[in-house]
């Protein structure tokens, strides 16, 4: 019997508050997303111990880097903090962070989420808009406080792995943000911009390592049936790389 490619998934973290315990938790879309791709989910808690989180990743083919309804911390990047900036907790920003270096180190198959996205590319040198509706000359309205099924176009770099997945020209996806990246770090090309010139997808210039970053939501309610392209792809990436490093000895039959 076929084993399915095991995906991990980094989860949501809140810290213990004045009514209830810390707790973590995962938004299905991404495991159901996993699923229906063919990937066998593996939820990853926000680990303290290096030692821990290498043998977890020892027994993933990939990783999906999830999103964040909150913001990586401005002062960490050097910026003043904005009044619309709300800080996800240290110890989610902290994990989130081992885990992109983990995964570069490695070379570990990615698709990064959302603030995975951000993350991600902060990790590897980049930087970030901390407010969109103020730092993009003309920006597009990318988030509405009401409205969660708020969409915008974005426009497709012809010859990348985001044309190979969606086909030529535009698409509409969902858009709930307000930071961006600004400066793409030197590890990864844009593949997908919104009219106003934000990068709403990229990708890996090593073509051995399949990693993308989207800005917006595949794996929501709100996101179309060709969304699942980013799925599909990145799981024949999983199926088809070689990774030793994640095959750990005593843990999976030989093949």
């Known amino acids: 019997m076929t084993q399915k490619p095991v995906i991990g998934i980094n989860g949501d973290f809140r810290p213990v508050k004045k009514d209830g315990q810390a707790l973590s938790w995962f938004n299905s879309g991404y495991y159901d997303s996993i699923t229906a791709a063919g990937g066998l989910p593996l939820l990853i808690p926000p680990f303290a111990n290096d030692a821990d989180l290498k043998q977890a990743l020892s027994m993933v083919d990939g990783l999906v880097f999830s999103g964040c309804s909150q913001d990586l911390d401005p002062i960490r990047m050097g910026l003043e903090p904005h009044p619309q900036t709300r800080p996800m907790p240290i110890r989610r920003e902290d994990f989130d962070r081992r885990l992109c270096k983990l995964a570069i180190e490695r070379k570990i198959p990615v698709v990064a989420i959302g603030s995975g996205m951000q993350t991600l590319n902060v990790i590897c040198g980049g930087s970030l808009f901390q407010h969109v509706a103020e730092d993009v000359v003309k920006a597009l309205h990318h988030r509405d406080p009401v409205e969660r099924h708020n969409r915008h176009i974005i426009n497709i770099v012809e010859g990348t792995r985001c044309w190979?997945?969606?086909?030529?020209?535009?698409?509409?996806?969902?858009?709930?943000?307000?930071?961006?990246?600004?400066?793409?770090?030197?590890?990864?090309?844009?593949?997908?911009?919104?009219?106003?010139?934000?990068?709403?997808?990229?990708?890996?210039?090593?073509?051995?390592?399949?990693?993308?970053?989207?800005q917006f939501h595949p794996e929501d309610d709100t996101a179309s049936a060709l969304d699942m392209q980013i799925f599909q792809e990145f799981l024949a990436a999983c199926t088809a790389a070689e990774q030793p490093?994640?095959?750990?000895?005593?843990?999976?039959?030989a093949a």
Do not use: K
């Open 164 to 214: 190979d997945m969606y086909g030529p020209g535009e698409i509409r996806v969902n858009s709930d943000h307000h930071m961006a990246i600004n400066q793409l770090a030197p590890q990864f090309r844009a593949s997908a911009h919104a009219p106003d010139g934000v990068i709403e997808f990229y990708e890996s210039v090593d073509p051995n390592w399949f990693c993308v970053g989207a």
């Open 245 to 253: 490093a994640t095959i750990p000895m005593g843990h999976r039959a």
